[in-house]
T-cell receptor, first 110, second 118 residues
Framework: GENVEQHPSTLSVQEGDSAVIKCTYSDSASNYFPWYKQELGKGPQLIIDIRSNVGEKKDQRIAVTLNKTAKHFSLHITETQPEDSAVYFCAASKGQNFVFGPGTRLSVLP | GAVVSQHPSRVICKSGTSVKIECRSLDFQATTMFWYRQFPKQSLMLMATSNEGSKATYEQGVEKDKFLINHASLTLSTLTVTSAHPEDSSFYIC??????????????FGPGTRLTVL
């Protein structure tokens, strides 16, 4: 079955700096890769996603890149703000069922 | 758009009682709804997948007689934790997959339900 790894597990950056979170997946048939942000005590919120026919996608300060050959995808957050502090989860799927990574706790220091 | 609600947001119950959690898609119809469980500082673990009008598909290791799922309509799914025990205490989160040809695999999550079994 699919296995998703995520690094780093924790990440601290200064406000205004960039943050990068990387995920790798094992099943080459996976074709959909969403990223979720989860604040304490709340449900995950979809922030960006990418499909296997696209190499990069950007939405304001957030971007995702996908390398199908290497089977890894990354989340890039530029100009980080304190409200970006949360746990971020990547996921991979080839149908309806998602396999989530273990999560990255991002702290943006003012 | 794509709002999913859950009720209740938190519940405390005595050991041996049953608890029902509702998940609703507010502004879209959901072909499929998913139920996850999340322990503190851990990732989301899929418990079961449910399609409207059919039986839920449970993940390996999840007791179908303990976690009853009913998907009565395209906007409502319920999870009932029967004979709850302290080890069932967790954060239960549902998600819904919109009935749209544009997003056949996107999942939108509810806010979660914190269950505490005493």
């Amino acid at each position: 079955g699919e296995n998703v790894e995520q690094h780093p597990s924790t990440l601290s950056v200064q406000e205004g700096d960039s943050a990068v979170i990387k995920c790798t997946y094992s099943d080459s048939a996976s074709n959909y890769f969403p990223w979720y942000k989860q604040e304490l005590g709340k449900g995950p919120q979809l922030i960006i996603d990418i499909r296997s026919n696209v190499g990069e996608k950007k939405d304001q300060r957030i971007a995702v890149t996908l390398n199908k050959t290497a089977k890894h995808f990354s989340l890039h957050i530029t100009e980080t703000q304190p409200e970006d502090s949360a746990v971020y989860f990547c996921a991979a799927s080839k149908g309806q069922n998602f396999v989530f990574g273990p999560g990255t706790r991002l702290s943006v220091l003012p | 758009g794509a709002v999913v609600s859950q009720h209740p947001s938190r519940v405390i119950c005595k050991s041996g009682t049953s608890v029902k959690i509702e998940c609703r898609s507010l502004d879209f119809q959901a072909t499929t709804m998913f139920w996850y469980r999340q322990f503190p500082k851990q990732s989301l673990m899929l418990m079961a997948t449910s399609n409207e009008g059919s039986k839920a598909t449970y993940e390996q290791g999840v007791e179908k007689d303990k976690f009853l799922i009913n998907h009565a309509s395209l906007t409502l799914s319920t999870l009932t934790v029967t004979s709850a025990h302290p080890e069932d205490s967790s954060f239960y989160i549902c998600s819904a997959n919109p009935r749209s040809h544009h997003s056949t695999d996107t999942q939108y999550f509810g806010p979660g339900t914190r269950l505490t079994v005493l």
